[in-house]
């Protein structure tokens, strides 16, 4: 018994303990507001969104029973099973399809709730996109055309079963994530300007052929919210989500005090546009606290990544800083109707069992980063005495 709570207590000694803290913080803000948003509906988004957050805290602590590196070494499994979850969801998923022309096939039917697959494909690109960095790394490949090539092909698998699923914002934030974990391993900056000029070229082409209507109007309509057609059309959650922020002002008009909240005068406030909630409650100051709080999130996920023994646990480190800063900046950027709405929801604030659950295990493998950073070759490190 002694030697099992030694053990615990090693655990703890070890683990990156600001970095905890700062996910526990997050939760419970988290869990507050979604608190206040039951009051409007009659689901009760607190105890789903505590439920996800205890499993996905203790899927963390599982990833951080296994070293990084022996769960890397079965990246083909993981990239196998990421494949078939996402050609599974395409084939056999529940469709979720809008007036406005939405129609996106993205969540699996579990019985008893609903599961979005690129979720957890998000995790596990951290994993193999992070493991075929630090081959190359390792063998000199990474500024060979060929390899930087293929590693573009990596990334477009996900990219491409997201847009066939109809969920080109999860594209989007893996887009985002190969951006920064390949720029982090090196790759030359003239293959991402080459990358950005095709970009530019394609661009025409994604407005004629690619986008849909729907997806075309969210990005002509962002930019006249003052046009009451607009607003009562196509703009209408991102015109409402900033009433409710502004009608917050500083202080805002108190925690389950919100008309608006109540009122549900946001759709989906409860998970896309859970930073109104905030504004409209807690105002100004709550809003800020929502960005440094995941700020700092951020720069402790770039500490870890600095600190890691290897590559590899500096590409996971920064492929989790990726997705973590990439869903912030798109989901309150269209809070504060400065993008479009692109379905991003705020990481680890918004409610959805899969995607905060998902996050938490994004979580577990920074911490397993930290908890291995003394290690060489599977011996820690010690000081002489």
């Not at 303990?17 to 988004?45: E, G, N, P, Q």
């Not at 505590?50 to 769960?71: E, F, R, S």
């Not at 083909?76 to 007036?99: E, K, W």
């Not at 720029?183 to 095709?198: H, P, S, T």
Request: charged share 15%; hydrophobic share 50%; with cysteine.
């Amino acid at each position: 018994m002694a030697r099992f709570f030694g053990r615990i207590w090693q655990y703890i000694k070890d683990m990156d303990k600001i970095l905890f803290l700062l996910i526990v913080v997050i939760s419970a803000y988290s869990l507050l507001l979604l608190k206040s948003v039951s009051r409007a509906t009659d689901t009760d988004y607190f105890k789903t969104q505590l439920v996800a957050v205890v499993l996905g805290l203790v899927g963390a602590w599982i990833l951080t029973l296994i070293d990084y590196n022996a769960i890397a070494s079965f990246w083909y499994l993981v990239a196998g099973f990421s494949v078939f979850l996402m050609v599974y969801t395409l084939l056999f998923g529940i469709s979720i399809q809008n007036d406005d022309g939405v129609n996106a096939k993205a969540w699996i039917n579990l019985g008893f709730t609903t599961f979005q697959s690129s979720e957890l494909v998000k995790i596990a690109f951290m994993i193999t996109f992070a493991k075929h960095l630090s081959v190359l790394k390792e063998r000199g490949l990474i500024k060979k055309f060929l390899h930087v090539a293929l590693l573009g092909v990596h990334a477009l698998v996900p990219m491409a079963l997201c847009h066939l699923q109809g969920d080109d914002g999860a594209a989007v934030i893996f887009f985002c994530m190969f951006l920064a974990m390949s720029f982090i391993a090196g790759v030359q900056l003239r293959y991402f300007a080459g990358l950005f000029g095709a970009l530019l070229v394609a661009a025409p082409l994604a407005w004629n052929y690619v986008l849909s209507e729907y997806q075309k109007n969210r990005f002509t309509a962002v930019y006249n919210l003052d046009n009451p057609v607009i607003a009562r059309g196509d703009g209408y959650q991102q015109y409402q989500g900033r009433l409710s922020i502004g009608s917050g002002q500083f202080w805002g008009r108190g925690l389950f005090e919100g008309p608006r909240v109540e009122s549900n005068q946001v759709t989906f406030q409860q998970s896309d546009f859970i930073f109104s909630v905030a504004g409209e409650e807690l105002g100004f100051v709550g809003c800020m606290l929502i960005i440094v709080l995941l700020v700092l999130l951020l720069i402790r996920t770039v500490h870890n990544a600095r600190v890691a023994r290897d590559p590899l646990g500096t590409y996971i480190c920064v492929g989790f800083f990726g997705l973590i800063a990439a869903q912030a900046i798109f989901n309150i950027g269209m809070c504060l109707a400065i993008l479009p709405v692109m379905g991003v929801t705020l990481p680890f604030f918004s409610a959805g069992g899969s995607s905060a659950a998902c996050l938490y295990f994004g979580y577990g493998l920074v911490q397993n980063v930290y908890l291995h950073h003394k290690e060489v070759d599977g011996f820690t490190l010690r000081r002489n005495r």
